[in-house]
């Protein structure tokens, strides 16, 4: 079952729990946690969104979701199933860092060029208690690491060189291909 839009508030860039580095998850099984973990999902795909961190929800835990797949927001999106990400941290980074196109729920209405690692290695431990390392590249290299600034107290427009990078959506739906 979705969440209706006014039924999943996203926190918007002003908001105090966006500034703040997550708090790390102790016990995954908790009622607590398993109900964030619900609500982002939902939130997520209500939203059109391809990730969320829980820190979005209002929620200062160290939980992002990867939810890539096409749609209008995102139409190049890459489809795959959802990916749920506790306490994750980057152990490995390429050195190739790439500017694209970047949105966010939190800051709606604009797009921005962000330089990103255009791969990293990343752990976390899964939904069943399990430690998993992977390799997230491209689109969902960027969905990571824009999810995973969320958790540090970060947002996208943090890391743009230039204000000069910073467009309204509007003008990059008509401009951008």
Not at 64 to 75: A, E, G, K, T
Not at 137 to 143: G, S
Request: neutral net charge; aromatic residues 8%; contains cysteine.
């Amino acid at each position: 079952m979705f969440f209706k839009k006014k039924e999943c508030p996203i926190a918007k860039l002003g908001e105090k729990v966006l500034r703040q580095k997550a708090k790390e998850v102790e016990n995954i099984n908790s009622k607590e946690i398993l109900t964030v973990i619900k609500k982002m999902l939902d939130c997520v795909k209500s939203s059109r969104g391809v990730g969320l961190a829980a820190p979005q929800i209002f929620e200062s835990y160290q939980i992002l979701i990867i939810s890539s797949h096409p749609n209008d927001r995102y139409p190049n999106a890459p489809l795959m199933e959802d990916e749920i990400l506790i306490n994750p941290k980057i152990i490995n980074k390429s050195e190739t860092i790439e500017k694209d196109w970047e949105g966010c729920l939190s800051i709606p209405g604009i797009r921005a060029l962000v330089p990103r690692h255009k791969t990293v290695e990343v752990e976390y431990t899964t939904l069943d208690g399990t430690k998993t390392q992977v390799v997230f590249e491209d689109f969902v290299a960027r969905i990571f690491q824009h999810e995973y600034d969320h958790l540090l107290g970060k947002v996208y427009i943090d890391r743009v060189e230039t204000p000069k990078d910073i467009i309204s959506e509007e003008v990059y739906f008509k401009t951008i291909k």
